[in-house]
């Protein structure tokens, strides 16, 4: 038996904890199958040219296009002001400034705005990275995802993918997963998995972990610790036309002082529970397709630029 057969094996029987279902139409577990012949792990720090530590310090999340549509509602924003506002807070990586549309790639309008606010942080900012979130549960042709990729990496070069999949979904197609993590990685490119935690593909760079009911499972992250990769702790947000209650309940019924503690304390918690928070600046994302506006609370952004201050 060679090497690889055996580390597939360990792969396999590793990867079983965490797979629940299969790929769809395919039984099994979440990881690569030996048919895939696909073994993928994180980026070293080497071939990021950085620390996962530095890369993740500071992280902000700014949903600007969702689907194909501008999510900011006040039309005085535009990519340059969002850029400079951005820029201020000095991330070290920015989440989410586009959702890319479902089997479709960033039209002229959104390739422009990443172009822009990027552009503008890391004049201030250098090394800071940036990501796009696509739908990859969705796909079922890995040959046609990759191609996909490549037309967006021909628009905007991001640094980062984070591979979204419905938290509805009970199964995925684990080979499209594996050679689109494989793609990013061939070009230097981190990959992130946003869905349920019982689907994690091996080989991500980083975790997405919802904050659902607006707190966080201690057990959930200690039960994620031995993937060895940064957990990033995002708010709850809307995906698709159904408005998600914790969404809701964070937009519109909490006030600013309210919203505020609840940041504080996910912030707070950061070091001790060994996750990084993605502080919210244009997000949840409403129902609506709009991105909820935090520079439009003042006390919120006192408080977010304290907590960024104090613990990041």
């Not at 197609?173 to 689907?199: C, F, K, R, T, W």
């Not at 959930?220 to 990769?229: A, D, F, I, P, T």
Request: glycine content about 6%; some cysteine.
């Amino acid at each position: 038996m060679t090497l690889r057969s055996i580390a597939l094996l360990c792969l396999l029987s590793c990867s079983h904890a965490f797979a629940v279902g299969g790929g769809k139409g395919n039984p099994g577990t979440a990881s690569p199958s030996p048919e895939s012949d696909q073994f993928n792990k994180p980026l070293s720090a080497t071939e990021l040219k950085a620390s996962s530590r530095s890369i993740f310090q500071r992280i902000l999340q700014a949903r600007i296009y969702h689907l194909g549509a501008w999510a900011i509602d006040d039309p005085a924003d535009t990519p340059v002001t969002i850029g400079r506002t951005i820029s201020s807070l000095r991330p070290s990586f920015v989440t989410g400034i586009l959702r890319v549309p479902n089997h479709s790639v960033p039209g002229n309008a959104e390739t422009e705005a990443y172009t822009t606010i990027r552009s503008a942080v890391r004049s201030s900012v250098k090394g800071c990275r940036f990501d796009i979130v696509i739908d990859a549960g969705i796909e079922t042709s890995g040959t046609l995802f990759i191609r996909r990729m490549k037309e967006i990496d021909n628009r905007i070069q991001p640094d980062a993918w984070t591979l979204y999949v419905s938290p509805d979904d009970t199964a995925i197609n684990p080979e499209v997963l594996a050679e689109a993590i494989a793609y990013a990685h061939a070009q230097g490119d981190m990959v992130g998995y946003d869905g349920p935690l019982s689907l994690i593909p091996e080989g991500v760079d980083y975790i997405v972990v919802r904050a659902w009911n607006l707190q966080v499972n201690r057990d959930q992250l200690e039960r994620l610790e031995s993937r060895h990769v940064p957990l990033i702790v995002e708010l709850p947000t809307s995906f698709g036309t159904k408005e998600h209650p914790d969404c809701s309940r964070y937009i519109r019924d909490m006030d600013g002082s309210e919203k505020a503690a609840l940041i504080t304390q996910l912030a707070v918690n950061q070091s001790s529970w060994g996750y990084r928070l993605a502080y919210p600046l244009f997000y949840p994302v409403e129902s609506a397709r709009k991105s909820f506006d935090a520079t439009k609370d003042s006390i919120l952004m006192v408080t977010i630029r304290s907590l960024l201050a104090r613990f990041n």
